[in-house]
Antibody
Framework: EVQLLESGGGLVQPGGSLRLSCEAS????????MSWVRQAPGKGLEWVSE????????HYTDTVKGRFTISKDNSRNTIYLQMNSLGPEDTGIYYC????????????WGQGTLVTVSS | EIVLTQSPATLSLSPGERATLSCRAS??????LAWYQQRPGQALRLLIY???SRATGIPPRFSGSGSGTDFTLTISSLEPEDFAVYYC?????????FGGGTKVEIK
C-alpha cells in the first residue's frame, strides 16, 4: 500500500525558513517523480516543485524559484522542501504527491502539512 | 504558463443527476490533462488521466473527454460521495498548472 506522510509544517514569521519532509512507502522510491503541491486557505491547488526519481531533474514554479529547494534522500525514501524567505503568500497546506508513471499525473497524495507564515 | 479555466464554479445538483464539468486551457495541452476529486478530510484522488483514461479503482460513472483546449468530466449519475470539489490539471508544459476548481454541491 502506497503511503505518503508529510511533516515539518508549522508557524513561522515572515522572512523565516522551514523544511518539509515527505516519507514514502509501498513503492520503489527511485522509480517515480514526486511533487509538492500547495493549497492556500479556501483556495485551489498550486503546483510548487517536482523532483525526478533519480533526483537529477528539478522543476519549480516561478513564485518559489530561488527561495525553495526540493531534494530527496533515497536511503530514507523521503523528499524534502526547504523553504526560505517565506512570506504570507506561502501560507497553506503542502501536499506531496507521487506520479503514476513517467511524465504522468499524481496517483497518490499525502494528507498534507500546514504552513502558516505570520508575525 | 498554461491557464486552466474551470466552469461552472459551483454546480448544484441532486443525487442521481448527471454532472458535466468543463476545463478550458489557454493553449493546447493535447491529451495531457487529468481530473482530481477533493473531499474534506480525505486525500486527493486521481479520477481521470490523459484526458479520458480512468484511474485504478474509479467507477465507470466517471468519464473524461476532450483534447486540445476543451475538456469535460462527466459524472453520469451522482452518488452521495461525489459531492466534492473537482480540479483539472495539465502537464503538457512547465509549470504544471491546475484549474480553479468546480464545487459539486447538493441541491
Amino acid at each position: 500500500e502506497v503511503q505518503l506522510l508529510e511533516s515539518g509544517g508549522g508557524l513561522v514569521q515572515p522572512g523565516g525558513s522551514l523544511r518539509l519532509s515527505c516519507e514514502a512507502s509501498g513503492f520503489t522510491f527511485t522509480d517515480y517523480a514526486m511533487s509538492w503541491v500547495r493549497q492556500a486557505p479556501g483556495k485551489g491547488l498550486e503546483w510548487v516543485s517536482e523532483i525526478s526519481g533519480s533526483g537529477n531533474s528539478l522543476h519549480y514554479t516561478d513564485t518559489v524559484k530561488g527561495r525553495f529547494t526540493i531534494s530527496k534522500d533515497n536511503s530514507r525514501n523521503t523528499i524534502y522542501l526547504q523553504m526560505n524567505s517565506l512570506g504570507p503568500e506561502d501560507t497553506g497546506i503542502y501536499y506531496c504527491a507521487k506520479e503514476r508513471a513517467y511524465n504522468s499525473f499524481f496517483d497518490f497524495w499525502g494528507q498534507g502539512t500546514l504552513v502558516t507564515v505570520s508575525s | 504558463e498554461i491557464v486552466l479555466t474551470q466552469s461552472p464554479a459551483t454546480l448544484s445538483l441532486s443525487p442521481g443527476e448527471r454532472a458535466t464539468l468543463s476545463c478550458r486551457a489557454s493553449q493546447s495541452v493535447g491529451s495531457s490533462l487529468a481530473w482530481y476529486q477533493q473531499r474534506p478530510g480525505q486525500a486527493l484522488r486521481l479520477l481521470i488521466y490523459d484526458a479520458s483514461s480512468r484511474a485504478t479503482g474509479i467507477p465507470p460513472r466517471f468519464s473524461g473527454s476532450g483534447s486540445g483546449t476543451d475538456f469535460t468530466l462527466t459524472i453520469s449519475s451522482l452518488e452521495p460521495e461525489d459531492f466534492a470539489v473537482y480540479y483539472c490539471q495539465q502537464r503538457s508544459s512547465w509549470p504544471l498548472t491546475f484549474g480553479g476548481g468546480t464545487k459539486v454541491e447538493i441541491k
